[in-house]
């Protein structure tokens, strides 16, 4: 692995563009985020204005850019050994390092004590958490140290909707752990999809991805394994208070083709992967991107339906 001390001391090599600093936060992570922060908010059972909608989800959005943009300086030495992360502005060299902490220091600050004077005190600690549960506790100790990192690190990206929860309500409850343990779930298997067919990117950095640590053919079973857990979540999240019968029919749909794909993958031996360049890895990771977001605006029908009376829950 190259040295942390060595990179971080890199000169700038391009001057920066707006797009530069806007990657920094991650956009594409920023929009499940505040995707999901959003439903959270819209099926709390409680009227919301759209003011607070508004404000809320914009200081969350700006947390986890916050997050992004921390985590992309503390992993700029492994980010400029892996292909998929090789031309992020930091390693590429447009963005200075010390640039892209200040800037996540920054917006850590303000998304906290905006969220906390737009919603509740609540909400603005429990996204104070996640950030620092993110940059500091997933990035600097449990990527580097654990296979376990994706299990234990996905609990960063499973606290928005129940942030967006608790700034509409001001406590958690029972359906605002279920939506986050629905994201915590889909994430190993997610993550793992991926490192499947990234091949060496993660050996060649020394990061310890469950690929790197058990092998392939144990990665395999450990992805059916969280699969069929998380099916049985996503369905059972159904006949909640928040489910409905678009959510139950679009977990029954999602949740097949999930287990059919992970079934398929566990299957498969490493020379079957390689011969076909990883086709049926790729095809669950791809299904694995829309997975989230159809449940969560499954939920978010559902509510729709309550508000105007057409269903009014399971008897």
């Not at 099926?43 to 997050?67: C, D, E, K, R």
């Not at 992360?85 to 917006?107: D, H, I, Q, S």
Request: charge should be positive; charged fraction near 15%; proline fraction near 5%.
């Amino acid at each position: 692995m190259t040295d942390v001390s060595l990179h971080r001391s890199l000169p700038r090599e391009a001057e920066p563009t707006f797009r530069d600093y806007v990657d920094l936060l991650k956009p594409r992570v920023m929009s499940l985020v505040v995707f999901t922060a959003l439903v959270g908010m819209l099926v709390a059972p409680v009227p919301t204005h759209p003011f607070l909608v508004f404000t809320a989800i914009l200081f969350i959005a700006v947390g986890a850019g916050a997050s992004g943009a921390l985590n992309m300086w503390w992993d700029a030495d492994i980010d400029e050994v892996m292909r998929r992360t090789a031309k992020r502005p930091v390693p590429a060299g447009r963005v200075a390092p010390g640039e892209a902490l200040a800037l996540g220091l920054g917006l850590s600050l303000l998304s906290v004590m905006m969220l906390a004077l737009a919603a509740n005190l609540a909400a603005a600690a429990l996204l104070a958490f996640t950030i620092f549960f993110y940059a500091v506790i997933y990035s600097m100790w449990l990527k580097r140290s654990t296979p376990q990192n994706i299990v234990i690190g996905g609990a960063a990206g499973a606290f928005p909707p129940m942030i967006g929860w608790v700034a509409a309500t001001g406590s958690v409850s029972l359906e605002a752990v279920l939506m986050f343990a629905l994201i915590f779930m889909w994430t190993p298997p997610h993550f793992w999809a991926l490192a499947l067919f990234m091949k060496d990117d993660y050996s060649k950095a020394g990061v310890p991805m469950l690929t790197v640590t058990h092998g392939h053919d144990a990665t395999r079973r450990h992805i059916l394994a969280y699969t069929v857990a998380l099916a049985a979540l996503a369905l059972g999240i159904a006949f909640t208070s928040i489910g409905g019968p678009v959510y139950l029919a679009t977990a029954l749909a999602c949740n097949a083709l999930f287990l059919r794909g992970a079934w398929a993958i566990q299957r498969r031996t490493t020379a079957d992967a390689e011969a076909d360049s990883y086709a049926t890895e790729k095809r669950v990771f791809r299904l694995s991107l829309t997975y989230l977001f159809l449940h969560f605006g499954a939920l978010l029908a559902d509510a729709t339906l309550r508000s105007f009376g057409i269903w009014g829950g399971w008897t």
